[in-house]
């Protein structure tokens, strides 16, 4: 199976209630609980030019400096 037919079918298989309720089922051992996956937002300075970014690049847009993430504590 090639990468974008397994992106699709994950997809598909995300959007279905069935996924859901199984997989909230594992997680909390009761049907019907639904689990809540939350992303953190990074922001990112440019020590060059000081623009602030939400996500993660590899350089600045602005500039062209290297942008490295911030390391976690």
């Given at each position: 199976m090639e990468a974008n037919e397994i992106q699709k079918r994950m997809g598909e298989l995300q959007k279905s209630g069935d996924f859901a309720n199984s997989l909230g089922k594992l997680l909390s051992?009761?049907?019907?609980?639904?689990?809540?996956?939350?992303?953190?937002?990074?922001?990112?300075?440019?020590?060059r030019c000081g623009r602030v970014f939400e996500n993660s690049l590899n350089s600045c847009p602005g500039c062209g400096a290297r942008l490295d993430l911030p390391k976690r504590q």
């Open positions: 051992k009761k049907p019907g609980y639904k689990a809540v996956v939350e992303k953190k937002r990074v922001n990112i300075k440019c020590l």
